[in-house]
């Protein structure tokens, strides 16, 4: 997963409810170092808590991604949040910043 364009990544989630696998995946692809770059909030919800899992993600350019992971797959978290950085990625290495 490219983090480098990540400025804040924000998760909620029931650490024992089945829908927050996606997002319980998504915080172990954040690379050990990414505290250091990124701002990382999770508020662990309680077990009993119905509310469904969330990820909230803002870009460099101050794009904000709301994720539903109980609704995806980890494979379909990390393409959406991919297909951003790529387009980051392709605007810095054209000079466009």
Do not use: C
Not at 27 to 54: F, G, H, N, Y
Not at 82 to 87: A, E, L, N, T, V
């Amino acid at each position: 997963m490219l983090t480098k364009f990540l400025t804040n990544v924000a998760v909620s989630f029931n650490p024992f409810s089945k829908l927050s696998k996606s997002t319980r995946l998504f915080l172990s692809l954040l690379p050990p170092d990414a505290r250091q770059t990124i701002k990382i909030q999770t508020k662990v919800l309680p077990r009993t808590s119905e509310e469904p899992p969330k990820i909230a993600v803002t870009f460099k350019d101050g794009k904000l991604m709301e994720l539903e992971p109980g609704k995806l797959s980890i494979k379909d978290l990390v393409e959406e949040v991919d297909r951003h950085s790529r387009m980051l990625r392709k605007k810095e290495e054209l000079g466009g910043n």
